[in-house]
């Protein structure tokens, strides 16, 4: 399934409780489990959030069904997943994605990404970090506050060297029509279900 609009086209979709989601009218969504397709375009944004401003990536993924996009925040642990794995994978092919998220902690929502059948794995982890900054933390009255910024840094690098330029390179004729329902980014209501508590290594 290659889901179908921002700067290159497309349809908007948003990502909750471990599904894709497709606006079909005013409070109705239609459910998907995965999206396929090659990445044409990959951007970062700013989003607010409950009175907060988030960054978000927002990727679109087409194959001659379709062209969808869906946002991931730069910090929370489904953008994370997401982007660990998109700087893994061979960028120029289709993959799969496929959204999942935490029984007990429905805000913690995860990706999966598979190429040729097989699971993408994260480019950098803890065992093997890379390049990539240490988690930062310091110490405000007795508890223990976290500092990402650095990895967010390094991060926001790496795409814009090493992603972005391979991604616009790809080319998908769709011949699908667009849905009834076009929504946009402004139509999704969360930024990876708020803040979550699972933290980068």
Known sequence: MGLGNNASGGTWLQIKEGKFQLKTGDNTFTEYN????????LYLAEKEWEGETYKV??????????RYNFSVNLSGSLGRATLYKICNANLNEEMEFA???D?????????FIKQFGVNVKNKWTKDNPGDMPPLESTT???KTIYDS???EEYLIKYLEEHVIPKVKQNKVETTAPQPAYTSSSS?????????DDELPF
């Open 34 to 41: 995965c999206l396929s397709g090659k990445i044409t375009n």
């Open 57 to 66: 990536v927002n990727i679109t993924v087409a194959d001659e069904g379709g």
């Open 99 to 101: 959204p999942t998220t």
């Open 103 to 111: 029984r007990e902690n429905p805000k913690r929502q995860s990706m």
């Open 140 to 142: 405000f009255k007795g």
């Open 149 to 151: 910024s650095a990895q």
């Open 187 to 195: 139509d999704n209501d969360e930024i990876d279900g708020g803040t």
